[in-house]
């Protein structure tokens, strides 16, 4: 993977933007068990895709962008309980996690691109 890749980007955007909304739960809806499970998911995802720049091998790459992929979906459920229980609102809810489901969407797309290439 190219180090000026657009997930390599997109995924630490989306980890500050986590970092952020992680510190107004805490500090203004002082939501805090569910709060850091969001905080944990959500920039692990870009740590995740961080590592797979220097994966051993191309299973590698695929492991740790698979991780990855499940930390997005965790961090979208983490999302939903928010919203659901009207910690967020509509439009916060919908703005981070359509971001997540682009960067899941993305990781997707890289694995079975990559995985495609393997059986070449």
Known sequence: MRTDNQILSDSKAFALRT??????LKEEKQVYVVSKQLLRSGTSIGANVR??????????FINKLNI???EANETEYWLELLHESDYLNDQQFESIYNDCG??????TKIIKTTKAAANE
């Open 19 to 24: 970092i952020r909304l992680y510190k107004y």
């Open 68 to 70: 990855a992929l499940k």
């Open 51 to 60: 590592e797979s720049v220097n994966a051993q091998s191309r299973m590698d």
């Open 102 to 107: 682009k960067i899941a969407a993305t990781l």
